[in-house]
């Protein structure tokens, strides 16, 4: 039995803990938040509270800590359970900067702990069936790839006094909301360099402390032109979010809301297969989040304590991400204006 204990009993804390209690070979422990428990919605788990992490840390045995609190707060929380002899499970993004995921990694080497880095978008059937083409060079030399997440994230989600919209705990639309396509891009098609990149402000004044939009181009350092259209500004509700291969041997296009659908499969010799339907996506009412796979990473997390498994998700490939964000801000940097407004003159984030 592989014991858990939760920090941050937010939206996916929770998750955390239901696929916990509902995995035969975990078991949850503890739950820590800085909320009174009374706000967190969580009567029906019957395990000890905690006020904090250095609490939770210091009460029952465990396994594996992981780490549902926000961004800004993923490395120094990572590395306090590493200090205290846990695995941890890291959601996304692992930190805000490649600085700190060094430092967990250096900290997980030194106590001999694995991390996993939550990046469940993976274990969609469209991620996995293109994956697999790509690592048998089915594609050929890939030319071009072109990532498009246009999704809607306004007043409903974007509340005052929360940590979403904070430079400091939220790190801007990148880690926040599509550091899940940029890992798919990466686990793909790897590394990119001669990044450029542009940010707007369209609609989210006094609402964030960064942009809501940008338009990315680089190269792969394996070779072909990659480029990353986002926006959050959409209108209502998320519209897509798409990978579209142009490539030696073929085309394809997976899109939908959440990349869950192959849109187009047009290859040299080859006939698609047909998928097992993708899970729906997290809901959380007004809006809507990436796939609901968690269960499959406690699975995984379980293999790799118990069975000497390897993480989906390992926190080398947790910190790549981080650096190509971090080096797509870096491009272009801006503040906003008090007013909200970009401020025209580069300066640092
Ligand atoms: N994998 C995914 O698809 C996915 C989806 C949504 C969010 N996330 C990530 O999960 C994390 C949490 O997001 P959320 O939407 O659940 O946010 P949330 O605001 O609902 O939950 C965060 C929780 O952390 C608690 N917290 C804040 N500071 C704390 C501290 N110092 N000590 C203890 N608890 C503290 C808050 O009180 C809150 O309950 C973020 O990093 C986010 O990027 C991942």
Request: glycine share 10%; aromatic share 10%; net charge negative.
């Amino acid at each position: 039995m592989v014991r858990f204990g939760v920090i941050g009993a937010g939206h996916i804390g929770k998750r955390h803990a239901e696929m916990i209690e509902r995995n035969a070979d975990a078991q949850l422990v503890g739950i820590a938040d800085s909320r009174a428990k009374e706000l967190l919605d969580i009567e029906k788990y019957q395990v000890p509270f905690y006020s904090n992490l250095e609490s939770l840390l210091a009460g029952p045995e465990f396994d594996v800590l992981c780490v549902a609190t926000p961004n800004g707060l993923h490395a120094s929380h990572a590395l306090a359970g590493l200090e205290a002899k846990k695995h941890v499970v890291i959601e996304k993004p692992m930190g805000l900067s490649r600085a700190e995921c060094e430092n967990v990694i250096h900290k997980a080497m030194t106590v001999h702990k694995m991390v996993f880095c939550v990046m469940q978008n993976r274990y969609s059937p469209p991620s996995e069936w293109i994956k697999s083409i790509i690592d048998q060079g089915i594609l050929g030399k890939i030319f071009m790839v072109q990532v498009n997440c246009y999704w809607n994230r306004d007043d409903r989600y974007y509340k005052k006094g929360g940590w979403k919209g904070s430079q400091k705990l939220d790190g801007g639309t990148l880690f926040t909301q599509f550091s899940h396509f940029i890992d798919i891009m990466y686990w793909l098609f790897g590394d990119v360099s001669d990044i450029k990149a542009t940010f707007a402000d369209f609609n989210h004044s006094g609402l964030t402390e960064f942009e809501d939009s940008g338009t990315v181009n680089f190269r792969f350092v394996n070779g072909g032109l990659g480029c990353i259209n986002y926006s959050t500004g959409v209108w209502d509700t998320n519209f897509e979010s798409s990978l579209t291969v142009i490539a030696e041997n073929g085309t394809i296009k997976i899109g939908g809301q959440y990349m869950n659908e192959v849109e187009y499969c047009h290859i040299k010799n080859y006939t698609m297969p047909q998928l097992p339907p993708a899970n729906p996506a997290n809901d959380y009412g007004p809006y809507k989040g990436s796939a609901a796979n968690h269960n499959y990473i406690f699975d995984n997390v379980v293999d790799a304590i118990t069975q000497g498994g390897m993480p989906t998700t390992n926190a080398m490939e947790g910190l790549k991400v981080v650096e190509i964000i971090e080096n797509i801000y870096k491009q272009n940097p801006f503040l906003k204006s008090k007013s909200g407004a970009l401020e025209g003159v580069l300066q640092t984030r």
